[in-house]
């Protein structure tokens, strides 16, 4: 159901995802081309992946009916 408080969850969450993927283009322009695998097991791949779930969820919220 779409209540204010599911609407500042998923702005929040939206804001967190596009934190941890700007975090990881700073770090993909700071490695060399050769050496690109940022996008393989790193921290920061963890952490978006992390935050990419969690905004799903807080949008699954939103389309809920009850």
Same mark, same amino acid.
């Given at each position: 159901?779409?209540?204010? +408080? #599911?609407?500042?969850?998923?702005?929040? +969450?939206? +804001? /967190?995802?596009?934190? /941890?993927?700007?975090?990881?283009?700073?770090?993909?322009?700071? #490695?060399?081309?050769?050496?690109?695998?940022?996008?393989?097991?790193?921290? +920061?791949?963890?952490?978006?992946? /992390?935050?990419?779930?969690?905004?799903?969820?807080?949008?699954?919220?939103?389309?809920?009916?009850?």
């Amino acid at each position: 159901m779409v209540t204010r +408080e #599911t609407v500042n969850v998923a702005v929040a +969450e939206a +804001e /967190r995802f596009l934190a /941890r993927a700007h975090a990881l283009l700073i770090v993909d322009n700071q #490695t060399e081309p050769a050496d690109r695998s940022v996008y393989y097991g790193s921290k +920061e791949t963890g952490a978006l992946r /992390r935050a990419s779930m969690d905004l799903t969820r807080a949008l699954a919220d939103l389309r809920k009916y009850s």
